[in-house]
Every structure is written in C-alpha cells, then in structure tokens.
C-alpha cells in the first residue's frame, strides 16, 4: 500500500506542476495578448532580404534572392528609412496638441508617398528573383503564399 500511496503521491504532483505551467501560460497570454508569439518577434539583419520574402520563396529562391536584394539594396535602405521617419512624422502629428488636422492629413500624405516608392522598390525585387526561378518554384511560392493567406484568415 505504501508504494502505491507513493505513486499516487508522485502523480498528483506531477499534475500539480503541469497544471500550474499551463495556467502560468494562460495567465500570461490574458495579461498581455497582444505580445506576439515568439516566433512572430524575429527581426531582419541590418542589409538582409525581409523573412517574409525568404518565407515565400523558400529554399529554392534563396540564392536568387540574395542576389536580387543585394542589386537593390542600395535604393531600398534609405526608402526604408524615409518610410520609417514617415511614420515618426505621422505618429507626432497624431499626438500634437492642439492637434492640427491639416498636419496629419499632410503626414499621411508622405507616408502614403514614402511607402508606394519602398514597395515599387520591393516589387521591382520581386520581380527580379521570379524571373530566375523554374515553373515548379513558382508553383511553391504561389501555395506557401495561399496557405500563409488560409492561416491568416483562419486568425481573425
């Protein structure tokens, strides 16, 4: 009986511990939900291809990628950059007081400007790294880019 006891004894603390990591998760996830998963937070090197871009093109487009980012990547760093002061400007527009909506609609605007000329850069990538790949590679790349879109819609 004693050993039986024990067994009994080792499984109910077991659960216990379990119970507690998996409420501790739980816990975590209700007091911040909006912290993306962790695999969500990766950041791009400084002068990389964007992940996402590695993402849809798989292995298969890397090396073509690597070289079509590097042709680019030149003209790409400081439309990012415009992009990203773009957005500092709308943001301290928004906070303003008193707010001036004619500030903000002419933030909007440039950032509207900055972002067209980063994703005609991007695109143009794009572009250069398709072309270089067989029909089969393309073929990857348009279904991990409609099951990212399955996934994402199966989110929201």
Known sequence: ??????????????????????????????????????????????GAAPGWMHRALGPEGAPALERAWQEHAKEIKPLRDDMRRSREAVTAALEAEPFDRQAYTNA????????????????????????????EQRRAVVERSREWERRKAGRN
């Open 108 to 135: 909007l605007a440039v950032m509207r400007t900055e972002m067209s000329e980063f994703y005609t850069a991007i695109n143009a990538v794009m572009v250069d790294v398709v072309s270089q790949l067989t029909p």
């Open 1 to 46: 009986m004693t050993s039986r006891l024990r067994l009994v004894s080792i499984a109910l603390f077991a659960s216990l511990v379990v119970n507690l990591f998996l409420g501790g998760l739980m816990v975590g996830r209700w007091l911040d939900p909006h912290r993306p998963h962790h695999r969500m937070e990766r950041t791009t090197a400084e």
